[in-house]
């Protein structure tokens, strides 16, 4: 046991470091630095870096485009982009659709969407959430019946994340409803320009559009765009749970955070003193930082450790829950940090008046953060329901 | 970069553990802990001699396994999970230590007695005032001759009654919360002098309160240099926190699988308690902290060989986080098991009771808290 980093992975560090230096995007650096929303081309920019660089998918299977890296690489290559503090690429199709579509797919599937999802061509969603069907998601009643060799596909799904520009979703759909809940399931492949798709914006509380509403009405869908057996949609779902919940950890990221709190304390002052050294704000940061600590070496036995490449097992409920608790924890500092300049509401007129400008750049988005990353222990799954996972699948309960 | 044990560690664990289960079960140490000495001399002396267990972390040359802090983690976790009294910690892992830090004919003539099992060396370094801070010492040694007169009063020393050797820290120069002036002696125990007040602990071992008066130790007694033990001490008292928490993860892992046994047997409303989500999920609660106890205890053991600064930052982290966490787990523990929980009949009670003991030793969590700050958020 060490967590010595052997010459070859020091090296190959200093060559992702070196990678990022170079060639990530400067205008993009320029909108993260003066808290800018990012748009689709923003994310797409660094994608389309990494994808020429063949480092778009480190987890994948080197036949299928991934980089072949050991599980000490890919923790240096994701601790090396949070702390060169590179912007996450959109999960849905690199992290989501594409290692179901690889592992369950067929070759024409896989010919078919693989390429493009590396390339960043097409930009995925996720059709899984319904009105009525929330933390309780094989109760779904979006329906797909077969006509000829299509599927007609009926009904309406929501918090579909980035849906206003995604080209491609991946839809589950019940297929059978005599059937058991879970075993009725189907998991479709949705042109999103098909006839019938309708995407409403909802807007959350940062007054962001990130989330929508997708309604599919009478939506004609070949049958060839369904992964896996019909009826088998949820063994592709629990699949991508998974898998959807390994990233979710975010411990480089959080890292990245926890310094960024720490400038913004070691800047603020609270009297005469800067707010670190408030005894209070400190304790709280040294806390954050010990959870966070106890988060990376729980990733890290998961990753390095007897069961490594095993696969993420249900234990990544922990790193899902206590990932997001940090997460959430990291912005609730920050906008108590940011103090008087977390209220200004910059949506709608921007700040253009560099003369006088509207407090500090880090407290831009300070609010709007700390609103939405609410999201993150309600979404994925739930954490009341990942602990159900874990009282089932590891306490056996 | 590897997580995963060698062979032999899991060979060390495997065979302590399998002896453990023979000679340890609760009735039996229940049994030896009401005795008048308060323990079964016999098992420390098959684990020295029968499994080699006591040279674990010693170099081949003394007769030792040649490992170091990851074996004695493993060892100590495997006395949490029985509840162990046996003065690994004092002996083996805090002078054992100091000894190996030293070197040279002290560590030669020591470290071979205690891979026999015929040295059981206690650790005075508390004091009534000192709390938890390691330098804040009123016991002074005077030179005297050659040697040196030990006074002063040490408190709470566990395994004391048990002891050939004390491992004593004293102030030989500067004011009592000095950090120069602090040395460190190993000592017997049996110098004229020493005066002990024996009593039992409420977690099930021994110890002593311990007064020096007027006692002549040899000069060779010294372990380091004089006035200069302070960062030793640190050093030593970080690899015993650490060894500490890796109990803790034992203790911890019972208290949850015994709170798991007992809600699916214990039945009310008509159905096993544990199949009420409030208690599922406050039994995921308690298995996460016992995963991140034993992910601390990992990376605080790995990290003792770093420099000063970012060994004591990683230690505390790591014992602040598994002191709340044996908090978390204990009380738990005790709620979940209703009545019945706080009866000295059932195991649990005593693992909670040690897992309390744990809390403090070598400094709560807010010391603990309060170290890390001081080293990672200056401002």
Redesign the interface.
């Known amino acids: 046991?060490?967590?010595?980093?052997s010459p070859e992975?020091l090296a190959f560090q200093k060559e992702v470091r070196d990678f990022i230096a170079e060639n990530y995007p400067a205008e993009l650096r320029g909108k993260q630095d003066e808290g800018d929303e990012l748009a689709k081309e923003d994310f797409l920019a660094w994608h389309k870096v990494l994808y020429k660089k063949g480092w778009v998918a480190p987890a994948w299977p080197v036949e299928y485009g991934g980089t072949g890296w050991t599980p000490?690489q890919r923790?240096i290559f994701s601790e090396e982009t949070a702390r060169a503090d590179c912007i996450r690429l959109m999960p849905f199709g690199l992290a989501m659709v594409g290692p179901v579509i690889y592992t369950f797919g067929t070759p024409e599937q896989k010919a078919q969407f693989l390429p493009r999802i590396l390339s960043g061509e097409d930009w995925w969603c996720q059709g899984y959430s319904e009105p009525g069907a929330g933390s309780d998601l094989a109760s779904l009643r979006t329906t797909a019946v077969p006509d000829g060799d299509d599927y007609i596909v009926n009904g309406q799904k929501t918090w579909t994340t980035m849906a206003q520009h995604a080209d491609w979703g991946f839809f589950l759909v019940r297929t059978d409803k005599e059937a058991k809940q879970q075993e009725g399931i189907s998991f479709l492949l949705i042109d999103m320009k098909s006839p019938g798709i309708t995407v409403r914006p909802i807007i959350t509380l940062g007054g962001e559009h990130e989330v929508n509403e997708v309604w599919l009405e009478d939506v004609r869908v070949p049958q060839s765009q369904r992964v896996h057996e019909e009826n088998k949609g949820w063994t592709c779902a629990k699949f991508l749970l998974a898998h959807e919940r390994t990233g979710i950890a975010g411990v480089a990221a959080s890292k990245r955070g926890v310094e960024k709190v720490?400038a913004i304390?070691?800047t603020e002052l609270d009297g005469d003193?800067?707010l670190?050294?408030n005894a209070f704000f400190?304790?709280k940061?040294?806390?954050l930082?010990?959870?966070l600590?106890?988060?990376e070496?729980?990733e890290?036995?998961s990753?390095?450790?007897?069961n490594?490449g095993r696969g993420p097992g249900p234990?990544s409920s922990?790193l899902k829950?206590?990932g997001s608790e940090i997460q959430q924890r990291l912005t609730e500092l920050t906008l108590e940090a940011v103090g008087h300049y977390g209220a200004p509401y910059f949506r709608g007129f921007g700040e253009s008046d560099n003369e006088h400008p509207i407090g500090p750049d880090y407290a831009h988005r300070a609010a709007p953060t700390y609103f939405n990353m609410r999201k993150t222990t309600i979404y994925g799954g739930s954490n009341?329901i990942q602990?159900?996972i874990?009282?089932k699948m590891?306490?056996?309960? | 970069m590897d997580f995963t044990y060698t062979e032999t560690q899991d060979m060390i664990r495997d065979t302590l553990s399998r002896f453990l289960a023979d000679t340890y079960d609760f009735e039996t140490r229940q049994k030896f802990i009401d005795s008048d000495s308060g323990r079964d001399p016999a098992i420390w002396t098959a684990l020295a001699q029968e499994l080699g267990m006591l040279g674990a972390p010693f170099a081949e040359e003394h007769g030792g396994l040649g490992g170091g802090a990851l074996e004695n983690a493993i060892i100590m976790e495997e006395l949490g999970k029985v509840l162990g009294i046996e003065p690994y910690l004092p002996t083996v892992v805090i002078a054992g230590g100091a000894l190996k830090a030293v070197g040279g004919a002290q560590a030669d003539a020591m470290i071979p007695e205690i891979i026999a099992g015929n040295a059981i060396i206690a650790f005075a370094y508390a004091e009534p005032q000192g709390r938890y801070d390691l330098a804040n010492l009123k016991t002074n040694a005077k030179k005297d001759g050659a040697g040196y007169l030990l006074n002063g009063h040490k408190s709470v020393v566990y395994t004391a009654p048990w002891a050939t050797h004390l491992l004593v820290t004293a102030r030989t120069g500067g004011a009592q919360r000095d950090a120069d002036g602090v040395s460190l002696f190993l000592i017997d125990a049996k110098l004229p002098g020493i005066v002990r007040r024996d009593y039992p602990t409420v977690d099930g071992s021994r110890a002593s309160e311990i007064y020096f008066e007027n006692v002549a130790i040899p000069g060779d007694a010294l372990l380091g240099g004089e006035g200069a033990g302070l960062p030793l001490i640190e050093q030593v008292v970080d690899e015993a926190t650490v060894a500490v928490c890796a109990e803790a993860t034992g203790v911890m892992q019972k208290l949850h699988e015994g709170t798991l046994e007992y809600t699916q047997q214990r039945k009310q409303f008509g159905v096993p308690i544990a199949k009420f989500q409030v208690l599922q999920h406050r039994m995921v609660d308690m298995f996460m902290e016992v995963e991140q106890a034993r992910s601390m205890t990992i990376m605080g053991t790995l990290k003792l060989g770093q420099p000063a600064n970012e060994r004591m930052a990683a230690v505390s982290a790591c014992k602040a986080k598994v002191a709340r966490g044996a908090n978390f787990v204990g009380q738990n523990a005790i709620q979940t098991h209703g009545g019945i929980g706080i009866t000295q009949e059932l195991a649990i009670g005593h693992y909670f009771k040690r897992a309390t003991m744990i809390e403090g030793q070598f400094g709560s969590a807010d010391h603990h808290m309060e170290r890390y700050e001081r080293i990672t958020l200056a401002d």
């Open positions: 046991m060490d967590m010595e980093f992975e000490t923790f720490k304390a070691r003193k800067p670190l050294a400190k304790r940061l040294a806390e930082e010990v959870d600590t106890a988060l070496f729980t890290l036995r990753l390095a450790g007897p490594a234990e922990l829950i206590k009341e602990r159900n874990i009282a590891v306490l056996g309960l």
